[in-house]
């Protein structure tokens, strides 16, 4: 491996420490603090040459053509989307499964790894089962206790289904998002080739005490398993008409949206990152569940952003970012600051096939990192306030929230709330009898 200059001085200077140390009389912190400047040296240039990366890509040899695909479906591991190099002024994105903006993508990837492994199913079909109102207090009460006792997982072991993956889903007509749970399951390994719904029902009403429960087996609507998987995974990249229930996005505890069996192998990490075994949703993590999906989706593209310097691998041609440092303030912010002459930066806004907007920084990051810094209180206060004004957008467009409060105005002045007429001031009902 050829070193750059700055590191072979960097191994020079400490191959020599012990010389240094016993003839000169140099003292060893004066070595350490020389290793750390060097190696703050090496570090600016290896940032010089990520962002000159373009001129050395001239003299890549030119990489060999592409395979013939073996599958119409796009590689999840290919991260090329444009040929886009430089610095880049990235959004805060919340990764939050109940998010308009974050939900697709992260369901994409889900679709996509159950697609790679169409293969392992042959009679896709879909159970479909409720809960009994009756036998709960709450919808997060049954949902506790169906998760937490594990229901789901020991009924398709007691009907003998060992390929299956279910998602979440929640009530929208009628009361407070009541959970379902739509489960693809493969009937070429159930004993008969058929579920067995007496048993069912003795393990889920019976056995259990869950209550009702609805058993719907489709395998005649599929046109082949590439069509069941996409149809079973529409759920986690569609967002609901009324938005997820209140108890989902005020939640402190994780809410587990999908799960497969050890079968399927992982779906959300990396199989070198993540051992095989029954999948979960990445908001089970604990770091993850300390904040309510709200919060998280609250500061979605608003919060602050983050400055990160691609570069196209000439070899594989995989996208690869460098993280420089932490932005005070959303990119769009930014822009807002540079166009009013308070900032002086240069910055390129691109706008995709779909809308989507990327801000490209044409001048020195350091230099722009640098000018922000005397800002950042001032900027967080800014965010604060913008993250404040998305939360009341959030539950102003959820209908969730709206019976919620109407149902707890109407306790105070069932005159008022009888009424309300459209467009529903959920500002108002929130500050009513105060």
Known sequence: MVKSPVERLQAAAWSAAPSLVSSSGVELIDLVDLAESLDLARRDFELHQLLAGGKRAARVAAPPPPAAPVSKLESIDNKVTTDLEGVVLAEHRCRARSCSVC??????????????????WIRPAVLTLTVDRGEFSSPVQAYRYVTRKKLLWRLMRGLGVKRWFWVLEYQQKTGLGWPHWHI??????????????????????????VGGLQLEVRDVEFDSVEHALMYITKYLMKQPEGGFPTWVLKSRQSIRF??????????????????????????????????????????????????????????????????????????????????????????????????????????????????????????????????????????????FEKRAVIAAAAV???????????PFDLAALLTWGE
């Open 103 to 120: 939900a697709i993508k992260r369901g994409w990837i889900v679709r996509q790894r159950l697609l790679a492994r169409a293969g392992g």
């Open 184 to 209: 693809l399951i493969d009937l070429a390994d159930v004993p008969g080739g058929r579920v067995d719904l007496v048993k069912a029902w003795q393990l889920w009403r019976d056995r259990w005490g």
């Open 258 to 399: 999908f799960q497969g069996c050890r079968l399927l192998g992982p779906l959300v990490a990396k199989p070198s990152l993540k051992k095989a075994m029954s999948v979960e949703d990445e908001q089970t993590n604990k770091r993850a569940s300390r904040r309510a999906l709200l919060d998280r989706m609250s500061e979605c593209s608003v919060g602050a952003g983050r400055v990160f310097a691609l570069r196209v691998d000439q070899s594989t041609g995989e996208q690869r970012g460098h993280f420089i440092g932490a932005l005070p303030c959303s990119p769009s912010q930014l822009l807002g600051l540079v166009r009013s002459g308070q900032v002086s930066a240069s910055i390129d806004v691109r706008q995709d096939e779909a809308g989507r907007e990327t801000f490209v920084l044409k001048s020195d990051p350091r230099a722009l990192l640098s000018q922000l810094h005397p800002l950042r209180d001032v900027l967080g206060v800014e965010v604060g306030e913008r993250v404040r004004f998305r939360r009341l957008a959030l539950l102003e467009e959820n209908r």
């Open 412 to 422: 105070e002045d069932p005159h008022h709330v009888i009424n309300l007429v459209e």
